[in-house]
T-cell receptor
């Protein structure tokens, strides 16, 4: 079954800069989700984007989805030290919308 | 408050000693899953369940068992733990649009 692949694996930026993470996948999807994980803690849902949506916003988060390129990006604007975390994209496994497969994540470090 | 509760949070055990990690959700979700997280390997699904008495293998099911006798509970059972099962384990409960994760169980098998 397919897994999203995040890129880059790690990203280090200064506070106030924007952070962009990408997720590529191989087969058609109905939706794609992004999650955040603070070190060693449970993942927290950030946003879901459906296949008929191109862009979605939530606070300082902007998610895009390009189904023709089979890729999604997560942009965090004006990053803060508290945004330091790992970020994962998640895809439905097969046709089962409630059953998710996760990528390996992008580890973001925001330096004050 | 929407919650997934895993217990214990930390566990050190010896090889071969059966253990159970409990998971409970209060959202009436049909989908529940178990994942393990290891450095460099991301989250790998162990088992999932689509409803009561319906379970299926994920990507790394060897050495694990699950049961779903009630909708709210989805325990993970290690019948004979081995050191390669040392890992950080997460239970998740999902709607069709969002997954909620427990706080994790850090298991060490010596």
């Amino acid at each position: 079954s397919q897994q999203g692949e995040e890129d880059p694996q790690a990203l280090s930026i200064q506070e106030g800069e924007n952070a962009t993470m990408n997720c590529s996948y191989k087969t058609s999807i109905n939706n794609l989700q992004w999650y955040r994980q603070n070190s060693g803690r449970g993942l927290v849902h950030l946003i879901l984007i459906r296949s008929n949506e191109r862009e979605k916003h939530s606070g300082r988060l902007r998610v895009t989805l390009d189904t023709s390129k089979k890729s999604s990006s997560l942009l965090i604007t004006a990053s803060r030290a508290a945004d330091t975390a790992s970020y994962f994209c998640a895809l439905p496994r097969g046709g089962s919308q409630g059953n998710l497969i996760f990528g390996k994540g992008t580890k973001l470090s925001v330096k004050p | 408050e929407a919650q997934v509760t895993q217990n214990p949070r930390y566990l050190i055990t010896v090889t071969g000693k059966k253990l159970t990690v409990t998971c409970s959700q209060n959202m009436n979700h049909e989908y529940m899953s178990w994942y393990r997280q290891d450095p460099g390997l991301g989250l790998r699904q162990i088992y999932y369940s689509m409803n009561v008495e319906v379970t299926d293998k994920g990507d790394v099911p060897e050495g694990y068992k699950v049961s779903r006798k009630e909708k709210r509970n989805f325990p993970l059972i290690l019948e004979s733990p081995s050191p390669n099962q040392t890992s950080l384990y997460f239970c998740a409960s999902s709607s069709v649009s969002e997954a909620f994760f427990g706080q994790g169980t850090r298991l060490t098998v010596v």
